[in-house]
C-alpha cells in the first residue's frame, strides 16, 4: 500500500489515500496478525496502526473479528490464484501438475503467514460472515478440479472418489504446512526440505492408486 500526506486528526501522521480507509485497515490488520496471531489484536490497534481515529474502522467493520474475516476471505482468494497457477489446467501432464498443487500449498504457508493464520488459526465462526465460505470453496475447488481430470486417467472400475482424493492432497499438504513450514515457535525441525516430504508422501499415494507418476 503506500502512503501520502498527514492522516486524519493533525498533520505529520502516517496518512492513506482519500477513500483508501478500508485498504488500510486491511494492511494493518495483516501486520498486526504477523507479530501476534490472528487473536492478539483490537480494532483499535488496527486503527492506531493505520493512524487514523479509533472510530474510523466502525465505517467498514463492525469489529475485530469483521476486520479478521475479511483479511481470512482474501487469504483464500490469493491462494486458489496460487493454485490455479500451478494446476494450469493439468496441462502437460495431469499427474505431475496435481503434485505441484501441493509445493503451491507450502509456498503460500510460507511466503503468505499473515494470511494463512487469517484463515486457519483464528477461529472465525464462517456462517457470520457471508462470502468467507464461498472463498475457501473457490480454493478447494482448484483442488477438486484437479482430483477430477487426474481420477479421470484410471479406469472406471478403479477411480478413486476424486473429492477422497482432493481431501487427502489438502490433509497432507496443510500438515506438512503447518507443522514444518510456517514461523511459529513450536515449527518442528525436519532434515530434509518440506517439499521433499511433501512430494515423497504425494507420490506414495499415488502409487497406491496405480497413477502413472507413482508407478
Known sequence: MSWSGPGEGGSGRRGYHHGNLREALIEAALELIGVKGPA????AEAARLAEVSPAAPYRHFRDADALLAEVALRGYDRLAQRLA???NG???????AFEDLGIAYLAFARNEPAYYAAMFDSHLVVDAHPG???AADRAFAELREAADQVAATLPKRRRPPSLMMALHIWSMAHGVASLFVRQSPSRRKLPMAAEDLLEAGVLIYLQSLGLAAGE
Not at 40 to 43: A, E, H, K, L
Not at 90 to 96: D, F, K, L, S
Request: glycine content about 18%; cysteine-free; aromatic content about 12%.
Open 132 to 134: 468467507l465460505q464461498s
Open 85 to 87: 497457477q500451478a494446476w
Open 40 to 43: 492478539g489484536f483490537t480494532i
Open 90 to 96: 493439468g496441462r502437460g501432464e495431469p499427474v505431475r
